[in-house]
């Protein structure tokens, strides 16, 4: 209440003109941008198989992932939601994703999210992300947030309506309590589609106008495609990435340079076997020679 809330802290070094949009457009879906990003799947092919045989199973979902808790850590801005015309910058880094409990049309899906802390190894990535869908992938399973969706739904349809407005309204005010700010997949840093997982194409996801999510990203299905290399054409194999973001809480500047080093990231997944040193301070001054010092460090062990 009164700006204070438990997944975050306001930022109040914050330039006029960033702080009267979230004013101006008031939602989400009001304020989002999309992009998209052809992948190269060579080099992470190639990391994935010498990791393959050092007995290391690594998937593209894994390296998207690790890469996205490496730019948040780097990129501390991006970390940042909106919530009644206020910027927050988030306590954690935390990713959601669907984890679907059967191949099957009939199977229900279970929607998981992990906390990070931004200084993990793309091995102890991998580690959160195999436990949560071995925890989640079967009929059986029942995470937290499946018993409070159970809970809402077992009542009428005219009280769901009134509990959900009430955790809405709870929510937009800063009193929503943990527990349930822990348990929900929509406030989070990330939330990452994986249409790869059963061979459908990319899209762009919106956002939703419940919880924090400013960033959703898809995975679609890789495929073999024309590409310029040395001045000839030749083919490549290519993952999409289409992204929705919103402006609010993040200029563009500072958009596209977090997310040429997630480029830089999944094209050298190597680098991501190394920790970080420390973390990037969320402000206007300490960001730049931060980011700059540790993105060229990471260069130049590639």
Request: net charge neutral; proline share 5%.
């Amino acid at each position: 209440m009164f700006g204070f809330r438990p997944d975050g802290k306001k930022v109040k070094d914050i330039d006029p003109i960033q702080r009267i949009v979230p004013h101006i457009m008031r939602t989400r879906n009001d304020a989002q941008n999309l992009t998209s990003y052809d992948c190269p799947c060579e080099p992470m092919d190639e990391f994935i198989n010498e990791q393959m045989e050092q007995g290391n199973v690594y998937n593209y979902m894994h390296l998207l992932i690790a890469s996205m808790v490496r730019v948040f850590a780097l990129y501390p801005r991006l970390n940042r939601f909106i919530m009644n015309g206020r910027i927050y910058k988030r306590n954690q880094i935390q990713v959601s994703f669907v984890v679907r409990k059967g191949m099957t049309a009939e199977a229900a899906d279970a929607l998981v999210k992990l906390d990070f802390t931004g200084l993990e190894t793309l091995p102890e990535v991998q580690q959160k992300i195999d436990e949560a869908i071995e925890a989640n992938n079967n009929l059986a399973a029942n995470n937290g947030t499946d018993k409070i969706a159970h809970l809402l739904t077992a009542t009428p349809n005219f009280l769901i309506k009134v509990m959900v407005g009430t955790i809405k309204f709870l929510d937009k005010h800063s009193m929503l309590p943990n527990a349930i700010l822990k348990l929900s997949p929509f406030h989070t840093s990330l939330f990452v589609t994986n249409m790869k997982s059963i061979k459908g194409p990319s899209i762009y996801h919106h956002l939703y106008n419940f919880g924090n999510t400013g960033i959703f990203m898809s995975m679609g299905k890789e495929s073999l495609v024309p590409v310029v290399s040395k001045g000839e054409i030749v083919v490549g194999k290519r993952m999409p990435i289409w992204i929705t973001t919103e402006e609010r809480f993040c200029d563009g500047f500072y958009f596209v340079t977090a997310m040429k080093h997630m480029e830089r990231l999944l094209k050298h997944p190597s680098l991501m076997l190394k920790p970080l040193e420390g973390l990037a301070e969320d402000t206007q001054v300490l960001f730049g020679k931060k980011v700059r010092e540790e993105a060229k460090r990471e260069m130049e062990e590639e």
